[in-house]
Structure formats: structure tokens, C-alpha cells
């Protein structure tokens, strides 16, 4: 049974930094993406980046491009989600999930429907 754990949310001041973890377990993930989704109470849940897991490469949405930075442990099956400058509007509920696709012209990679298997997410709170 796949099972996605995130871990590394928090409280921190505006401008500051954390990093997210995502550990995975219950399958193979080799050739998979892994990505973080957040959300926000009372709005859509949003992509934020993600990485493919054989190739290494990266997707991120305009919102933190420049400041997050997501990477990947294969050997240990765990994503990381590194995020400089925080500001409020960083502040939601991040969910590691795994795509098993490749993303296409037809399907992005914000396609939050191609993404399978989801984790109970982490709270990110960022204060000003």
C-alpha cells in the first residue's frame, strides 16, 4: 500500500525559510513524479512544483519560482520542497502526491487529476 508521508511545516516570520519532506513507501517510484499541491482554506488546491523521479526534472508553478526549490533522495524515496522569502500568501496545507505520467501538452503538470496517491499534508503557516 503506497503511503506518502510530508513532514517539516511550521510557524515562520515572512522572509523566512523551510523545508519540506516527503517520504514514500509501498511501492516503486523510480519512474514516477512526485509533486506539492497546496491548499488554502476556502480555495482550489493549487500546484506548486514537482520532479520526476527518473529524469530529475523540475516543474514550477510562477508563484515561487525563484524561491522554492524542490529535489529528490531516490535512494531513500523522499522529495524535498526547500522554500526561501516565505510570505503570507505561502501560508496553506502542502500535500506530497505522486503522478504516475508524464506530463504532455494535454495534460500539464498542474493537472492535479493525473496525481494518484496523496499524503495527509502539512501545515506551512507563514506570519507578517
Known amino acids: 500500500q503506497v503511503q506518502l508521508v510530508e513532514s517539516g511545516g511550521g510557524l515562520v516570520q515572512a522572509g523566512g525559510s523551510l523545508r519540506l519532506s516527503c517520504a514514500a513507501s509501498?511501492?516503486?517510484?523510480?519512474?514516477?513524479?512526485m509533486g506539492w499541491i497546496r491548499q488554502t482554506p476556502g480555495k482550489e488546491r493549487e500546484f506548486v512544483a514537482a520532479?520526476?523521479?527518473?529524469?530529475?526534472?523540475?516543474y514550477y508553478a510562477d508563484s515561487v519560482k525563484g524561491r522554492f526549490t524542490i529535489s529528490r533522495a531516490n535512494a531513500k524515496n523522499t522529495v524535498y520542497l526547500q522554500m526561501n522569502s516565505l510570505n503570507s500568501e505561502d501560508t496553506a496545507v502542502y500535500y506530497c502526491?505522486?503522478?504516475?505520467?508524464?506530463?504532455?501538452?494535454?495534460?500539464?503538470?498542474?493537472?492535479?487529476?493525473?496525481?494518484?496517491?496523496w499524503g495527509k499534508g502539512t501545515q506551512v503557516t507563514v506570519s507578517s
Open positions: 502526491a505522486t503522478r504516475p505520467t508524464m506530463p504532455s501538452s494535454w495534460s500539464p503538470i498542474s493537472n492535479l487529476y493525473e496525481y494518484d496517491y
Open positions: 509501498g511501492g516503486t517510484f523510480s519512474r514516477y513524479t
Open positions: 520532479i520526476s523521479l527518473s529524469s530529475g526534472s523540475t
